[in-house]
Structures are given as C-alpha cells and as structure tokens.
T-cell receptor, first 115, second 110 residues
Framework: ETGVTQSPTHLIKTRGQQVTLRCSSQSGHNTVSWYQQALGQGPQFIFQYYREEENGRGNFPPRFSGLQFPNYSSELNVNALELDDSALYLC??????????????FGPGTRLTVL | SQQGEEDPQALSIQEGENATMNCSYKTSINNLQWYRQNSGRGLVHLILIRSNEREKHSGRLRVTLDTSKKSSSLLITASRAADTASYFCATDNYGQNFVFGPGTRLSVLP
C-alpha cells in the first residue's frame, strides 16, 4: 500500500462527455503527477502539479486539465472525451527535495472506458 | 516518443532462474527508476539509481547503470511465480516528469 488513493476505480463514459478523476496524495507529499497508460503500453506523462501550480506538461491537448488542492489532493479533468482516451489513469505523489531526487508513489489507477 | 526502451518485450522463465531486463534511454538523466506492475494496476516502486551510481542492490534485485551507454539493467535472482508482472524503467530529468518505456512482461512458470 502506497497511501495514494484514486477514485473511481472504473468509469464508463460516452464520446463527447466530460470526466473528473480524483487522487488523494500520500501524507507529506507536495507533488502529484498524472499519467495515461493505454493497454500494453507504458505510462505517458500528462502533467505535474507542485504546490497547486502546474509544473510540467506532456504532449496532451488542453482538454486535459488538472487541479491540486491545498491538502495536496488532485483532480484530472478531461473534456470532449474521445475513444482513444480509454486507458488506465494513474496518479503519483512525491515530495520534491532540493537535491531533485525523489520517488513517485502510484495509486491503483482509474480504468476509463469511452464508448 | 518514449525515452526508455525495455528489452526484451516479453520474457518467460522457470521458477528459480534469474531474469534480466534491459533499459536504454536517449538523453542525460538525473536518476533512473524501475517499477513493477501487476495486471494493469498501479505501479510499485522497486529501486532508484542515481546518475552517479553504477550498481545498486535491494533484496533479490540488482540494478546497474551505465551512463556512457545510456543503459540500465534489472536482474531478479531466484525468481518466483509472484514475480510475474510487467517491469518498467523510468528516467527522471530533474523532476519535471518521468518518461517510461513500454515495459518487459515477465512470466515466471512454476
């Protein structure tokens, strides 16, 4: 158990809809990252939030957006869902140190299916 | 494109044998980490090796890093059926984001 939780576990949406996924970070962590993992692939970095501000973004369109709250929980929002958005969405929390070295602790993921 | 590339894509061994997986990457890194994933669930952190380290051990795991060749290897000794999973390497470019490879699917047969 990493202490990182995600909700919901599974979700089914239709094309064009909007979805919000939630993540609760591990205690003491100030950074959360979101990843998309298609079936049979490695996780792809979506974005990272550090102290409530976006701190890096991967190659994902603006319809993927996020929030980090003062208690370091986080949301991933996806608008105008497309079939290719079907994937496992993983959040990972970490604590960035001045040395720059840190470990990411992953939640169990949310399986999103877009029909 | 993903920076880390694991090799082989799939590996099948008998219980008790050693399993070796390799990872290659393209640009300079701060550190490299190995993760395990069971059946499409969350990733479990296995080991982190810093760019100034060459070898690291954790239980039955041994990781090496060769920054001149931009490659790393993960050795699992005396494998068990419970080691069956997908294994990913992830490179860290100073905390901005992790770049994962496509993974190696390891099957350990009883």
């Amino acid at each position: 158990e990493t202490g990182v939780t995600q909700s919901p576990t599974h979700l089914i949406k239709t094309r064009g809809q909007q979805v919000t996924l939630r993540c609760s970070s591990q205690s003491g962590h100030n950074t959360v990252s979101w990843y998309q993992q298609a079936l049979g692939q490695g996780p792809q970095f979506i974005f990272q939030y550090y102290r409530e501000e976006e701190n890096g973004r991967g190659n994902f369109p603006p319809r993927f957006s996020g929030l980090q709250f003062p208690n370091y929980s986080s949301e991933l929002n996806v608008n105008a869902l497309e079939l290719d958005d079907s994937a496992l969405y993983l959040c990972a929390s970490s604590r960035i140190e001045r040395t720059g070295f840190y470990e990411q602790f992953f939640g169990p993921g949310t399986r999103l299916t877009v029909l | 494109s993903q920076q880390g590339e694991e090799d082989p894509q799939a590996l099948s061994i008998q219980e008790g044998e050693n399993a070796t997986m390799n990872c290659s990457y393209k640009t300079s890194i701060n550190n490299l980490q190995w993760y395990r994933q069971n059946s499409g669930r969350g990733l479990v952190h296995l080991i982190l090796i810093r760019s100034n380290e060459r070898e690291k051990h954790s239980g039955r795991l041994r990781v090496t890093l060769d920054t001149s060749k931009k490659s790393s290897s993960l050795l699992i000794t005396a494998s068990r059926a419970a080691d069956t999973a997908s294994y990913f390497c992830a490179t860290d470019n100073y905390g901005q984001n992790f770049v994962f490879g496509p993974g190696t699917r390891l099957s350990v047969l009883p």
